[in-house]
């Protein structure tokens, strides 16, 4: 089994070729936006996003018709539909506020809305910050498209060739139960328009006021234009409002290159066209693809990597350049719109968090990698509930009761313990007593199944049953078992923001009910099982978890392992996580496991650790299409990828401590300040390779590290992990 084992390696991992450090290097050259858009099921469900980090809005190509559970692009497509600004932050949920444009050439009909302009990869460059790609129409013209972005806003050159008619498409609305709106400036040479689509809408409340809106002005004169309602196609008409309509511009024969600059907004027309002249004016488009490469660059060398080949670069800043696109902005120079409460406030606002999923690494990764934006992420999701009534769960752009539990806590939580600055303690209180104090209207009599149409939840499912039994009862509340485990969670993570804000009592309160997991951990079977509310167990063990069944629960304590191992047996415990592995019940492509792998830490196995971590970080992310084996959700499969490449994982997010594993490459060094580049945490592994990835010893700072644990302020405050590797594990860690 070691022979095959090391074998394994050989073929999975292949030599890790030594380079000099990249201090000067183009990390963009690294970071591939295709890794994760190819596949069937299991895979990255990533778009190929042209922004800058955070950018309120994504520009993508489009390779087929975008709604929920279909993503604007694939790999394996080749044609393409148009060019979006898209605000489509994953597969599962869905756009709003976008439009579309369409370069074409000859007579504009209504077989032109639907018509694919076939495209090779080979004709196609992706960066963070630059598309491109050569398109061939059904007539047979070649159209070049070149697209690049700022925060709000995007610029397209669209390249013509000789003897040709170029046109413009516009969608600017195409679903049936929401308006849009266009207007043509023929002296202006500007379309303009909104639309109220949001694809997600049933999930949540009502937003009358809600609009994506944008302003696009082209730097040539129209010589003809009209719209078009649903497919009926109305020449010379300049505005149209319908619930699908668009409009199109065409430009004189022989035109070679059309540049179109895109503002766009949720505040107004107005502050579109202001987000416009601020972030483009009259700037070249190469200057703006430059503008925002230079921001690429500055944060993705905010962690350096030395060693390592090719491909190895390639798939650790591309996984950077993934955990780096949300929560996205949604403030717009000191304004915002809220999908809340439908208005419009001051002050600073992100959105699309998809907390069941982020909360576990994403978050904990952007403290390390972009400290100035995490105050504000929190801060944002405090004022949804003071705009709202809650924190959300998966806002998209508002409520959608998406997945269970209540983890902004953690998020907000994780950011207090370790010291972020500029948040808000007693507002962040309150927001996360209400969370675990506060049930849903109705909570005792509806069972909360997921994507349920709006029903005004958004609190945890089955909180009163909790409060009164100290679980959630299968046969009142569905996913019961998993509700209560990641209730007990939240817990733990309140009770941390309640100290911080001098609330003794009810951190006491809290951490006992953190130890709630207890409650339906059956000790007859070994496992978490669901209890009905007469204290009786399941007729149906694999009754009442999400995304997983027995296996995938038993571990979800992540407040608590020696609890749980002290529950367990400390034998039992290590003999159920190796079978978790062993028996192929851990699935790394979703999130309830990601912490699994560092486990044995804390049960003395940290070799065991140290192998599946390296395990999984070999076979599961490739630089490729298909290079990404599991939903990324907004960056936590990068997440979990990049912490494991460092050496280290938050497997509890509310507490300072991390796991160890093991590291990848022979130097990492995490750079905390743009500003002052002189604080920095290094990581040195010596004579680290494929095969030697256990560690012999780990020193802090020149003291030996006599347990597998950091904590936060080892990190933050600089200094120097060195780690001496081999091939064999080590037992005394």
């Avoid at 030599?15 to 591939?32: G, M, P, V, W």
């Avoid at 801060?379 to 924190?391: A, P, R, T, W």
Wanted: hydrophobic share 35%.
């Amino acid at each position: 089994m070691k022979i095959y084992r090391s074998l394994t390696f050989i073929l999975l991992l292949g030599i890790t070729l030594q380079s000099s450090a990249q201090s000067k290097a183009d990390l963009c050259t690294y970071a591939n936006p295709v890794i994760g858009t190819k596949g069937i099921w299991f895979y990255g469900r990533t778009s190929p996003f042209v922004t800058p980090p955070f950018g309120m809005t994504h520009w993508t190509p489009c390779t087929r018709h975008s709604i929920i559970h279909i993503l604007n692009y694939n790999y394996y497509d080749m044609g393409m539909t148009g060019f979006r600004a898209s605000h489509k932050p994953a597969m599962w949920m869905g756009d709003y506020g976008f439009v579309t444009l369409k370069p074409t050439t000859g007579k504009v009909t209504s077989k032109t809305l639907k018509e694919k302009a076939l495209f090779s990869h080979c004709k196609e460059v992706s960066k963070p910050y630059y598309y491109k790609v050569g398109m061939t129409e059904p007539n047979q013209h070649n159209i070049q498209v070149e697209m690049t972005a700022t925060e709000r806003c995007g610029i397209f050159k669209f390249n013509f060739g000789k003897q040709q008619t170029p046109n413009v498409l516009i969608e600017a609305s195409e679903l049936p139960d929401f308006n849009g709106w266009v207007k043509v400036d023929t002296a202006a040479h500007e379309v303009i328009g909104w639309n109220s689509d949001r694809q997600s809408s049933k999930l949540g409340p009502p937003l009358p006021n809600f609009k994506g809106y944008f302003v696009i002005q082209f730097d040539q004169a129209f010589t003809s234009w009209g719209t078009w309602e649903n497919t009926v196609m109305k020449q010379d008409s300049l505005s149209q409002l319908a619930n699908a309509c668009g409009a199109w511009v065409t430009f004189a024969k022989n035109t070679r290159t059309v540049t179109a600059s895109t503002g766009t907004s949720f505040i107004s027309i107005e502050q579109a066209r202001e987000n416009l002249q601020k972030e483009i004016a009259n700037a070249k488009f190469e200057a703006v693809a430059e503008q925002t490469h230079q921001k690429w660059n500055e944060y993705l060398s905010r962690i350096q990597i030395e060693g390592g080949n090719q491909n190895a670069r390639h798939i650790f800043y591309s996984a950077m350049y993934h955990t780096l696109l949300f929560p996205r902005q949604f403030s717009e120079y000191g304004r915002y719109y809220s999908a809340f409460d439908d208005k419009i406030h001051n002050g600073v606002s992100y959105n699309d968090y998809s907390l069941w999923d982020t909360y576990r690494a994403l978050h904990p990764l952007l403290i390390l990698t972009a400290p100035e934006h995490v105050a504000g992420m929190v801060n944002s999701l405090v004022q949804m509930y003071e705009e709202g009534g809650y924190m959300p769960k998966w806002p998209n752009p508002t409520y959608t009761g998406i997945m269970i539990g209540t983890h902004a806590d953690a998020v907000v939580a994780d950011a207090i313990v370790k010291g972020v600055k500029g948040i808000d303690l007693q507002k962040a209180y309150a927001a996360c007593m209400k969370d675990a104090m506060v049930p849903p209207v109705g909570d005792s009599l509806k069972r909360w199944a997921d994507r349920a149409p709006w029903s005004g939840y958004e609190a945890r499912a089955g909180l009163s049953w909790y409060k009164k039994l100290g679980y959630v009862p299968v046969d009142k509340t569905n996913e019961s078992v998993a509700n209560t485990l990641e209730g007990a969670y939240d817990d733990y993570c309140v009770a941390q923001v309640a100290k911080a804000a001098g609330h003794n009592d009810d951190y006491k309160l809290l951490m006992d009910r953190s130890r709630n997991y207890q409650n339906v951990y059956n000790k007859a079977t070994g496992f978490m099982a669901p209890r009905n509310a007469d204290g009786s167990w399941g007729s149906k063990p694999g009754d009442g978890f999400t995304e997983g069944s027995k296996w995938t629960y038993l571990f979800a304590v992540q407040h608590d392992q020696p609890g749980l191992i002290q529950l367990m047996g400390k034998e039992l415990y290590l003999k159920r996580l190796n079978q978790n592995f062993r028996a192929a019940h851990y699935i790394h492509g979703n999130e309830p496991g990601h912490h699994y792998t560092y486990l044995f830490d804390y049960a003395g196995k940290a070799s065991r650790t140290q192998w599946l971590v390296a395990y999984y970080r070999a076979i599961k992310y490739r630089n490729d299409p298909d290079g990404m084996d599991g939903d990324d959700d907004c960056g936590q499969m990068s997440a979990w990828y990049i912490f494991s490449c460092l050496g280290f994982y938050p497997v509890t997010p509310g507490s300072d401590v991390y796991a160890i594993g093991t590291p990848k490459f022979p130097k990492t060094t995490l750079y905390f300040d743009p500003a002052h580049r002189e604080k920095k945490f290094e990581i040195i592994a010596h004579n680290v390779s494929p095969l030697n990835l256990y560690i012999q010893s780990a020193s802090l700072n020149g003291k030996k590290l006599e347990e597998p644990f950091l904590h936060h302020a080892d990190i933050i405050n600089g200094g120097q992990l060195v780690f001496e590797m081999g091939p064999k594990p080590k037992k005394n860690w």
